[in-house]
């Protein structure tokens, strides 16, 4: 999947069908890697925005985090592999991006005057970065 195509299918996500940065970074990324994704695993990552909003783990690194749990799986991995791996991308994630957590990675905080799918751009990022680590 091209930065292009990920851009493009970020945005149809937020302002189409109105979905949250968890469910856009799982979803881009069962794309991105050929895998089916259950309607299950959508699912749950709406439950996954209720932690954004509070402004704890970004939706960003749980989506992501996720899916390596998931493809770890596909791969045959064992769990403590899965495990280390993913420590590895938060590492990285945080690295990068400064921070795990949705308050800071936001841009500017949470404000109620904020306009619509703020994290468009970092989410663009976020999973290209994740594509690349993966």
């Not at 769990?79 to 791996?85: F, G």
């Amino acid at each position: 999947m091209t930065e292009l195509e990920v851009r493009n299918t970020v945005h149809k996500y937020y302002w189409i069908d109105d979905i949250n940065c968890a469910t856009i970074t799982l979803k881009t990324l069962f794309i991105a890697f050929s895998i089916e994704i259950s309607s299950q695993v959508v699912d749950s990552a709406i439950g996954l925005h209720g932690a954004g909003k509070y402004g704890a783990q970004c939706g960003l690194v749980e989506g992501c985090l996720l899916f390596i749990g998931i493809d770890g799986k596909v791969l045959n991995l064992d769990n403590k592999d899965i495990v280390e791996i993913c420590s590895f991308f938060a590492e990285g994630f945080e690295h990068k991006f400064s921070s795990l957590l949705c308050s800071q990675l936001r841009p500017g905080g949470f404000n109620d005057t904020d306009p619509e799918h703020l994290c468009e751009d970092i989410t663009v990022d976020a999973i290209n970065w994740g594509i690349n680590f993966i």
